[in-house]
């Protein structure tokens, strides 16, 4: 019988581990639920800032926008700047996995590294601060421009990604599902 050592360890960066495991993010293959359901209601339950309300829209595209009122996702810089880029504390928010108390936790980075696009914008004080992610990198950095909130405080669109997330696209049905599913939380 072999032994199982140090060369059959693999160690993976964060955003091939989520990739490559993704149930162990988003829910376990055996639910009844369809991974892109699991994805909605990952990003949906990461809203941690006390949403007032929110908005769930459903595009034509396989897109899914998530829109909230609420305290606005953090924006200011922090740390030193990589590469002589400062980084807004947001990005830490889609670029980095949480983990605490020995279980992984669902985070927005999670949506980040199984989606195709991943819009993001955040209000604060009458200017909107917008970047774009995908499957787990930054493709604009974070700009801040004068706008009006249209959707509410926050709001996000996501494509998943459909080499990782497959199945049917979701219906009206399913997002009514997880909101009601979610209602309350």
């Known amino acids: 019988m072999e032994e ?49 309300e929110i908005r769930l829209l459903l595009w034509r595209d396989d897109a899914v926008t998530i829109a909230y009122d609420g305290d606005p996702l953090p924006v200011e810089l922090i740390g030193r700047p990589v590469n002589n880029v400062p980084h807004p504390a947001l990005y830490r928010l889609f670029l980095d996995v949480h983990v605490g108390g020995g279980s992984v936790s669902p985070s927005f980075a999670v949506l980040n590294m199984l989606s195709d696009f991943l819009f993001v914008s955040t209000m604060h004080a009458g200017d909107c601060y917008r970047t774009t992610f995908a499957k787990g990198g930054i493709v604009e950095p974070l700009r801040r421009s004068r706008c009006r909130s249209p959707l509410g405080v926050t709001w996000l669109t996501y494509t998943p990604d459909t080499t990782l997330i497959t199945g049917e696209v979701l219906t009206l049905d399913e997002v009514q599902g997880v909101a009601e599913r979610l209602a309350g939380c």
């Open 4 to 52: 199982y050592g140090a060369k059959d360890i693999k160690v993976l960066r964060p955003r091939e581990a989520v990739r490559w495991r993704l149930h162990m993010y988003i829910g376990g293959e055996n639910e009844s639920l369809s991974p892109r359901v699991r994805l909605l209601e990952c990003a949906v339950r990461n809203l941690a800032t006390g949403p007032l």
